[in-house]
């Protein structure tokens, strides 16, 4: 399954799933968040039967963003029944990303 971009009305639907969701919250500007994406691109691809993926771009949703808490970008959290389990800030690889989704899941 592809990498759903969520705006406000596609991240409450997504919280409304049975399925865990796996948010990315970037900006187009940060070349880290570039520098991680194709790592992301490929949890997308791994996870894709097991929790929704999605990327909000916090210059577009920033009051989103504000919402969720988010100061530092990338921030990638997981979701579960609508509430947020557990994050991680700037992950450096796509293993540091698959340690924190097995983390975050046994939550």
Do not use: H
Request: with cysteine; charged share 30%.
């Amino acid at each position: 399954m592809a990498i759903i971009n969520m705006d406000r009305i596609q991240f409450e639907k997504s919280m409304k799933e049975e399925k865990p969701v796996l948010v990315d919250f970037w900006a187009p500007w940060c070349s880290y968040c570039r520098r991680i994406g194709p790592a992301y691109d490929k949890i997308a691809e791994e996870y894709a039967d097991t929790f929704i993926v999605g990327k909000v771009n916090i210059d577009e949703n920033s009051q989103l963003a504000e919402e969720e808490e988010i100061e530092v970008i990338p921030t990638l959290v997981l979701y579960r029944n609508g509430k947020a389990v557990d994050s991680i800030v700037a992950p450096d690889s796509k293993a540091a990303i698959d340690r924190f989704i097995q983390a975050a899941l046994g939550k």
